[in-house]
């Protein structure tokens, strides 16, 4: 009898834990939210109205950068570029789609040949952006968001 008296006490003392509800904060929410969510990956690309007839997201982005590059290769095309030695490089360029759909070059990794024989070319490349059509921003869960990409170049000059 004494065991089943000291048995009811435990349990009676421990039992009270198993009704505690455990209250969870919207702070708490978006914290697991914001841990679950893939910052790398946007739902949308940027795109030009050019691409909006484009279906898969593939081919989107793939209109993007092909509609940039042939911008900037036809902008340096136009220009006069008188140089010593040919020039064939790749150039990397780096932008930045900013939320409201603009267009800036962040960083160009050029080569030190065709930076001596073409100094201004980060200036040509600035530029040339400005011939670019309107840009619509990247989209993730249905906002506009600011997005970062890489894009090669091939500039070659005789």
């Given amino acids: 009898m004494r065991n089943l008296l000291v048995l009811i006490v435990i349990l009676s003392c421990t039992s009270c834990e198993y009704f505690n509800v455990k209250k969870t904060s919207s ?3 978006l914290n697991e939210e914001l841990q679950t969510f893939n910052w790398n ?3 949308e690309y940027p795109n030009f109205s050019a691409c909006d007839s484009s279906e898969t997201k593939a081919e989107k982005t793939r209109c993007f950068q092909q509609t940039i590059t042939t911008t900037i290769a036809n902008f340096l095309e136009a220009e006069r570029i008188v140089v010593s030695e040919d020039i064939h490089d790749t150039l990397m360029l780096k932008f930045r789609v900013s939320q409201k759909g603009e267009l800036a070059l962040i960083h160009a990794k050029i080569d030190s040949l065709t ?3 073409i100094p ?3 200036d ?3 530029n040339s ?3 670019l059509p309107k840009l619509f921003p990247a ?3 249905g906002q506009q968001v600011t997005t970062e990409f890489k894009i090669p170049v091939v ?3 005789n």
């Fill in 27 to 29: 702070e708490a929410i």
């Fill in 41 to 43: 990956d946007v739902d």
């Fill in 115 to 117: 930076l001596q024989e």
């Fill in 120 to 122: 201004n070319i980060k």
């Fill in 124 to 126: 040509l490349l600035e």
């Fill in 129 to 131: 952006l400005d011939s």
């Fill in 139 to 141: 989209i993730k869960r």
């Fill in 155 to 157: 500039i070659q000059v």
